[in-house]
């Protein structure tokens, strides 16, 4: 069981950066895609960017290119670094995990931490 624990959330100005970790518990961490997702309210799940066990491969969606990067270290930690923060990207931020390839769905992933508020004032 792959225990995830998200931290670096808070508030910020628009145009302001912020970056997310996530920790995993799993000594196998380093064999597992690991992904971040966001959820606003009364909104569906959002995928935001994966990045393969190796960490040679990452991908993020659309919406955040150019914006947001996904990175892992060796130990077991994967972040998220938000630049150029919109008041749109306020929401709830999540990572999850999976043994299998980078996934925008999120029904892929079997592991999910608890989330981290970002709000974004403008």
């Known amino acids: 069981q792959v225990q995830l624990v998200e931290s670096g959330g808070g508030l910020m100005q628009a145009g302001g950066s912020l970056g997310l970790s996530c920790a995993a518990s799993?000594?196998?961490?380093?064999?597992?895609?690991m992904a971040w997702f966001r959820q606003a309210p009364e909104k569906e799940r959002e995928f935001l960017a994966g990045?393969?066990?190796?960490?040679?491969?990452t991908f993020h969606a659309d919406s955040v290119k150019g914006r947001f990067t996904i990175s892992r270290d060796n130990a077991k930690n994967t972040f998220l670094q938000m630049n150029s923060l919109k008041p749109e990207d306020t929401a709830v931020y999540y990572c999850?995990?999976?043994?299998?390839?980078?996934?925008?769905?999120?029904?892929?992933?079997?592991?999910w931490g608890q989330g981290t508020q970002v709000t974004v004032s403008s």
């Open positions: 999850a995990a999976t043994r299998g390839i980078i996934s925008r769905t999120s029904k892929s992933y079997n592991y």
């Open positions: 799993e000594r196998t961490f380093g064999s597992y895609t």
């Open positions: 990045i393969s066990w190796s960490g040679e491969n």
